[in-house]
């Protein structure tokens, strides 16, 4: 449920405690433009946190306990800070923040809060990422200690990692906590430095929700990054960011043929990646689209991480009028597609997609979405 911005969740946290809240706090998902997989191999992504965001409106307690009720799915979870225990479920996030903040020695106080949000799970649009840091804001809320964007982004990339359990790589949490209105940015998953880069005037971003999920847990993507790590060991770099392509060219022979592949699109998307910026720096917004697509099917037939479903959405997209160019988007499997489209004809291909690729049993769900700011608070 979206509980329509602040005021909707001002009124759900009165309603559950009899009390208004004292802060409001939000945190975006994300669309990856372009630089996919790249992030744990310490190169370069360019993402944009999206109009679509996760909200916790709080009020800190006397003790050290934590109950917040998250709307959407009508549940409630108490935990205690002193005394953290793994579980399932949703609240795991939560508590994941509030280990690692506690392990970096910060001091905690508990809330009460009542959270919303409408980031589609499961999608590839980042719905944990915004939860993670969501969380941290929420903390940092009740706590008072400083809000250091890149720091916090780092701890809930620790959450995920050791208390989810999921191996994910940094740029979910950073663009959720760095985003910049109207911008994507362009990373550094070495450095973690970012650059805001603009939109191309007059296009517009599409996401393209195939209906299909696939979670990162347990999934193929640890074995993309040891196939990885395997191709950086053998050309003697601590990762594949360190190998350029005529490196690649000329040692690649002695390499296995999964891991060469591997490695060849995530050398390939890191140079895109960087020209992809440097269009988007002069506003080409043609050179971004063909950049897109080649990203696509270097993830499909390289990487291996698509689907029937992500391919046939992308190749719907890619065949409209006013579409630059279309790519799956995340971990992928299944989740969402991006598209760049001229902002005129964007209603006329929102329409053809969808008649494009629906069937009796795929259904899809298109539609633009606008840069956001990174997780912040809202009152
Ligand atoms: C998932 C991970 C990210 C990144 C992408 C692929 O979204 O959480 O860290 O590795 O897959 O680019």
Redesign the pocket.
């Given at each position: 449920m979206n509980t329509g911005g602040p005021a909707g969740i001002e009124a759900a946290f009165e309603a559950r405690f009899s009390q208004a809240p004292t802060a409001v706090v939000r945190a975006p998902g994300r669309v990856?433009l372009i630089?996919?997989?790249?992030?744990?191999n310490a190169g370069f992504?360019l993402p944009m946190a999206i109009d679509r965001d996760i909200r916790i409106a709080l009020r800190p307690r006397a003790d050290d306990m934590v109950k917040v009720f998250a709307v959407d799915v009508a549940q409630e979870a108490t935990f205690s800070l002193a005394a953290l225990e793994r579980g399932e479920g949703w609240q795991e996030y939560v508590k994941g923040v509030a280990w690692a903040l506690q392990e970096q020695g910060l001091a905690l106080t508990g809330w009460d809060g009542v959270m919303a949000g409408d980031v589609p799970r499961g999608a590839?649009l980042?719905s944990?990422?915004a939860l993670e840091l969501a969380a941290a804001r929420a903390f940092q809320a009740t706590s008072g200690f400083a809000w250091e964007a890149t720091r916090m982004a780092t701890l809930c990339?620790l959450a995920?990692n050791r208390w989810v359990g999921?191996n994910?790589?940094?740029?979910?949490q950073l663009i959720s906590a760095l985003g910049r209105e109207g911008h994507a940015l362009l990373l550094d998953c070495r450095s973690l430095e970012g650059e805001p880069v603009p939109l191309p005037p007059g296009h517009v971003v599409v996401i393209l929700d195939t209906g299909t999920r696939r979670g990162?847990v347990g999934s193929a993507?640890n074995e993309r990054r040891r196939q990885c790590e395997e191709a950086a060991v053998h050309f003697g770099v601590p990762a594949l960011r360190d190998v350029a392509p005529e490196m690649f060219e000329a040692g690649a022979a002695g390499l296995a043929e999964l891991p060469r592949k591997r490695a060849r699109h995530v050398i390939g998307e890191n140079a895109r990646t960087l020209q992809a910026a440097d269009a988007m720096r002069r506003g080409d917004a043609t050179e971004l689209g063909r950049l897109m697509n080649a990203s696509h099917a270097s993830l499909k037939e390289d990487f291996e991480?698509s689907s029937g479903a992500l391919d046939a959405i992308v190749a719907c997209a890619q065949a409209q009028p006013g579409c630059r160019g279309a790519r799956m988007t995340?971990?992928?499997f299944g989740g969402c597609a991006v598209a760049l489209v001229e902002e005129g004809g964007v209603n006329a291909f929102l329409r053809a997609v969808t008649d494009c690729y629906d069937t009796p049993d795929r259904r899809s769900a298109v539609y633009v979405c606008r840069a956001a700011d990174g997780a912040s608070r809202v009152r």
């Amino acid at each position: 449920m979206n509980t329509g911005g602040p005021a909707g969740i001002e009124a759900a946290f009165e309603a559950r405690f009899s009390q208004a809240p004292t802060a409001v706090v939000r945190a975006p998902g994300r669309v990856n433009l372009i630089g996919e997989h790249t992030d744990y191999n310490a190169g370069f992504v360019l993402p944009m946190a999206i109009d679509r965001d996760i909200r916790i409106a709080l009020r800190p307690r006397a003790d050290d306990m934590v109950k917040v009720f998250a709307v959407d799915v009508a549940q409630e979870a108490t935990f205690s800070l002193a005394a953290l225990e793994r579980g399932e479920g949703w609240q795991e996030y939560v508590k994941g923040v509030a280990w690692a903040l506690q392990e970096q020695g910060l001091a905690l106080t508990g809330w009460d809060g009542v959270m919303a949000g409408d980031v589609p799970r499961g999608a590839g649009l980042s719905s944990s990422a915004a939860l993670e840091l969501a969380a941290a804001r929420a903390f940092q809320a009740t706590s008072g200690f400083a809000w250091e964007a890149t720091r916090m982004a780092t701890l809930c990339q620790l959450a995920e990692n050791r208390w989810v359990g999921v191996n994910s790589g940094i740029m979910d949490q950073l663009i959720s906590a760095l985003g910049r209105e109207g911008h994507a940015l362009l990373l550094d998953c070495r450095s973690l430095e970012g650059e805001p880069v603009p939109l191309p005037p007059g296009h517009v971003v599409v996401i393209l929700d195939t209906g299909t999920r696939r979670g990162l847990v347990g999934s193929a993507y640890n074995e993309r990054r040891r196939q990885c790590e395997e191709a950086a060991v053998h050309f003697g770099v601590p990762a594949l960011r360190d190998v350029a392509p005529e490196m690649f060219e000329a040692g690649a022979a002695g390499l296995a043929e999964l891991p060469r592949k591997r490695a060849r699109h995530v050398i390939g998307e890191n140079a895109r990646t960087l020209q992809a910026a440097d269009a988007m720096r002069r506003g080409d917004a043609t050179e971004l689209g063909r950049l897109m697509n080649a990203s696509h099917a270097s993830l499909k037939e390289d990487f291996e991480v698509s689907s029937g479903a992500l391919d046939a959405i992308v190749a719907c997209a890619q065949a409209q009028p006013g579409c630059r160019g279309a790519r799956m988007t995340g971990g992928g499997f299944g989740g969402c597609a991006v598209a760049l489209v001229e902002e005129g004809g964007v209603n006329a291909f929102l329409r053809a997609v969808t008649d494009c690729y629906d069937t009796p049993d795929r259904r899809s769900a298109v539609y633009v979405c606008r840069a956001a700011d990174g997780a912040s608070r809202v009152r």
